[in-house]
């Protein structure tokens, strides 16, 4: 157990649904983010949220909109997603001005169908 | 080009054996280096770090960096099969401080 924790665990969606993923962290850190992970891929950063405030979008489209209201939850918010949008989401924290030790949630596995 | 370059495997090896895992990476204003560990179905989890040439060790496990060649390697002594799992390795930009930038990762296999 990381402290990091994300749910669902696993979701499958229709390209028409929208949903939303969870993530919770009790560690006190103040920077959290969102990864894609996709087979034989490096982790893709997404997005960063320093103190709830946005700091970097890493040119994700607007199917996916991230929620931070307050430094221990982040949301990842879903609509219209396309097959290749199918990944492991992986949340992750970690203290403010250094990325060096994060700490990373379970993953929730999403397929689009 | 890759700002990190890792090997993907899978690389297989006999319990006992020593592992040698490696990444080569591209821009020398990075300056901390990790290795994430992540088993099938978890999430990565921090197995070590450092910020300067050298080697690190913690317990069965060493960490070295060389930066004059760019290359940080990860290896494992005693390779046990718990041990088996996809090593990650990352680099931190020391200004920002934020941004992971993450090796494809190497799947590893311990046989019994």
């Known amino acids: 157990e990381t402290g990091v924790t994300q749910t669902p665990r696993h979701l499958v969606m229709g390209m028409t649904n929208k949903k939303s993923l969870k993530c919770e962290q009790h560690?006190?850190?103040?920077?959290m983010y969102w990864y894609k992970q996709s087979a034989k891929k490096p982790l893709e950063l997404m997005f960063v949220?320093?103190?709830?405030?946005?700091?970097e979008n890493n040119s994700v489209p607007s199917r996916f909109s991230p929620e931070c209201p307050n430094s221990s939850h982040l949301f990842l918010h879903l609509h219209t997603l396309q097959p290749e949008d199918s990944a492991l989401y992986l949340c992750?924290?970690?203290?403010?001005?250094?990325?060096?030790?994060?700490?990373f949630g379970q993953g929730t596995r999403l397929t689009v169908v | 080009q890759k700002e990190v370059e890792q090997d993907p495997g899978p690389l297989s090896v006999p319990e006992g054996a020593i592992v040698s895992l490696n990444c080569t990476y591209s821009?020398?204003?990075?300056?901390?280096f990790m290795w994430y560990r992540q088993y099938s179905r978890k999430g990565p989890e921090l197995l070590m770090y450092?910020?300067?040439?050298g080697n690190k060790e913690d317990g069965r496990f060493t960490a070295q960096v060389d930066k004059s060649s760019k290359y940080i390697s990860l290896f494992i002594r005693d390779s046990q099969p718990s041990d088996s799992a996809t090593y990650l390795c990352?680099?931190?930009?020391?200004?920002?401080?934020?941004?992971?930038?993450f090796g494809e990762g190497t799947q590893l296999t311990v046989n019994p």
């Open positions: 949220y320093n103190f709830k405030e946005q700091t």
């Open positions: 990352a680099k931190v930009l020391e200004t920002s401080g934020s941004r992971l930038t």
């Open positions: 821009n020398s204003a990075f300056q901390y």
């Open positions: 450092t910020y300067s040439s």
């Open positions: 992750a924290s970690s203290l403010r001005d250094r990325g060096v030790e994060a700490f």
């Open positions: 560690l006190g850190h103040n920077a």
